[in-house]
């Protein structure tokens, strides 16, 4: 009688301990076939490379045909157009409002305090603006050392370029307009040799494009990247500060050319292309091959070389 009563429990007990085995079973089963299946994967990557691992390198590209009227390169060139706007619009401004509420122009620190915060705020808001979309340049050198760390493509650099350069032009303008005054530019300082101030512009524009490597472009930044514009701007303010009584710290081609062009002033203008872009190279090949490790990541936040859904 009581074996006929613990009999429906020995048979509920029964049949759960079957379920749990089913299902270990199973998971065993999943988890051995996910292991073969990576197997094969990794077999096929040794087959593709002729039996030995190799590591993704990164990419140069000229750029595809339809890139250069792909939406997204319209949408990061006019990014750049307008931040390098808003930027120059500000960082030379600032000169014209100081000229013209001083009479004195000559460098005192006051103003050349005056001169860097302008610069690193503007900068500091035109790249937070434009860095989801187009990386948030906003300079020549910034563009060349990208290009030369394989993070954009040939089209797209002369896109970005042509972008800033209209943008100053466009920001100097406007000045012009409204204010009535005539771009001041920049000028080396009396005394100070032009090859003093290329080599100063070099190593003012490596700090500059090591910052944006860091902050923006390294796979490895994490939430690093979130304060990208504000350590971008800081750099170029404390730059000037440094080479602001030399030369006026450009660290940026198209800061320069506009103003040279729109107030006709060329006095060793050519200081202001060499001395950045070959200070933003060196930065480039310098981080993307000496700190940033031989693997090819996903760019989150730095425009890629090429939209894949062509």
Not at 212 to 222: E, L, S
Request: proline content about 5%; glycine content about 10%; overall charge positive.
């Amino acid at each position: 009688m009581h074996l006929l009563i613990l009999l429906p429990f020995a048979l509920v007990f029964i049949s759960r301990q079957k379920l749990k085995l089913k299902l270990r079973c199973n998971n065993y089963t999943s988890v051995f076939n996910k292991y073969i299946y990576s197997c094969s994967l990794f077999r096929c990557k040794l087959k593709r490379c002729g039996g030995k691992f190799k590591m993704p390198t990164r990419r140069y590209e000229v750029g595809r045909a339809d890139e250069a009227t792909h939406p997204d390169s319209m949408r990061a060139t006019l990014a750049e157009f307008l931040a390098a706007t808003i930027f120059v619009f500000a960082g030379e401004g600032s000169i014209l409002a100081i000229d013209k509420m001083y009479r004195d122009t000559t460098t005192t620190p006051a103003r050349l305090v005056m001169v860097a915060l302008a610069h690193g705020l503007a900068l500091f808001a035109a790249v937070a603006s434009s860095i989801n979309i187009s990386g948030g340049h906003v300079n020549p050198a910034v563009t060349f050392g990208a290009l030369l760390g394989g993070r954009i493509s040939v089209v797209r650099a002369v896109y970005y370029w042509v972008a800033q350069v209209l943008g100053a032009i466009v920001a100097c303008l406007l000045l012009r307009l409204t204010s009535g005054m005539r771009p001041a530019g920049l000028t080396v300082a009396s005394g100070v040799g032009e090859l003093r101030c290329m080599i100063l512009e070099i190593v003012l524009t490596f700090g500059l494009v090591y910052t944006v490597f860091a902050t923006a472009i390294d796979p490895k930044r994490g939430s690093l990247g979130t304060i990208a514009p504000l350590a971008i701007g800081l750099i170029v303010a404390a730059n000037i500060l440094v080479g602001g009584p030399f030369d006026g710290g450009a660290m940026n081609p198209a800061r320069a050319f506009g103003p040279a062009l729109v107030g006709w002033r060329w006095d060793h203008h050519w200081i202001y292309w060499v001395g950045p872009l070959i200070g933003g190279g060196l930065a480039g090949l310098v981080y993307e091959y000496m700190i940033i490790p031989p693997v090819e990541t996903s760019h989150t936040t730095h425009q890629p070389l090429a939209p894949e859904d062509y």
